[in-house]
């Protein structure tokens, strides 16, 4: 059974600081490998997600993700997080039945 | 955390036959939950946000009368596929929170199989 981890529950930065959630997964075959964010009062919506080929995949909103197999990680970065960067990040890792399974999740709060 | 669990893991059923699935928040009064389903390979979709003691709203291109959302309590909703067929067949999971936290909590999710 695959699962997932996220080692940060809570992240507090500053704007313009640097982010890096990391996400590490444990499944010996091939993997589909999601980011998700949840803004406060919203849904879920997809900020990146790798299938094959490049590894470094360019989400929205600023946002990339470096799928490094030997390390079984997925972490998501951004060079630069705003205000509205707010919100809980969730990675999902889909192996093969294609039953996604969720990390707990990160809260990240950006002060102005 | 807090714990959602959705019922059951997974189903399943005839065609033409109706299935439904609970979610239920076990330590906390969900004022919101959302159902998304996943087909193998993509990302998840909305299909409906579910608001305590009202009606679910539904996005665009999700059949209402297929897909019945009811939320009749803080603790408790529940997604009915009715007269399920095949294409029906996807996994579902529901999310549950308040509109204060920035945190949600998800269900199990549960595997639909329409024979």
């Known amino acids: 059974a695959q699962s997932v981890s996220q080692h940060n529950h809570h992240v507090i930065l500053s704007e313009a600081a640097s982010l890096e959630l990391g996400c590490n997964y444990s499944?010996?075959?091939?993997?589909?490998l999601f980011w998700y964010v949840q803004y406060p009062g919203q849904h879920l919506q997809l900020l990146l997600k790798?299938?094959?080929?490049?590894?470094l995949v360019k989400g929205i909103k600023g946002f990339e993700a470096e799928f490094i197999k030997s390390k079984f990680s997925f972490n998501l970065r951004k060079p630069s997080v705003q205000w509205s960067d707010t919100a809980e990040y969730f990675c999902?890792?889909?192996?093969?039945?294609?039953?996604?399974?969720f990390g707990r999740g990160t809260s990240l709060i950006v002060h102005p | 955390g807090a714990v959602v669990s959705q019922h059951p893991s997974w189903v399943i059923c005839k065609s033409g036959t109706s299935v439904k699935i609970e979610c239920r928040s076990l330590?906390?009064?969900?004022?919101?939950m959302f159902w998304y389903r996943q087909f193998p390979k993509q990302s998840l979709m909305l299909m409906a946000t579910?608001?305590?003691?009202?009606?679910?709203?539904?996005e665009q291109g999700v059949e209402k009368d297929k897909f019945l959302i009811n939320h009749a309590s803080l603790t408790l909703s529940t997604l009915t596929v009715t007269s399920a067929h095949p294409e029906d067949s996807s996994f579902y999971i529901c999310?549950?929170?308040?509109?204060?936290?920035?945190?949600?909590?998800f269900g199990q999710g549960t595997r639909l199989t329409v024979v």
């Open positions: 999902a890792v889909e192996g093969g039945s294609y039953i996604p399974t």
């Open positions: 579910s608001n305590e003691g009202s009606k679910a709203t539904y």
């Open positions: 330590d906390f009064q969900a004022t919101t």
């Open positions: 790798y299938f094959s080929g490049d590894p």
């Open positions: 999310s549950a929170g308040d509109r204060v936290n920035t945190e949600a909590f």
């Open positions: 499944y010996g075959g091939t993997v589909n």
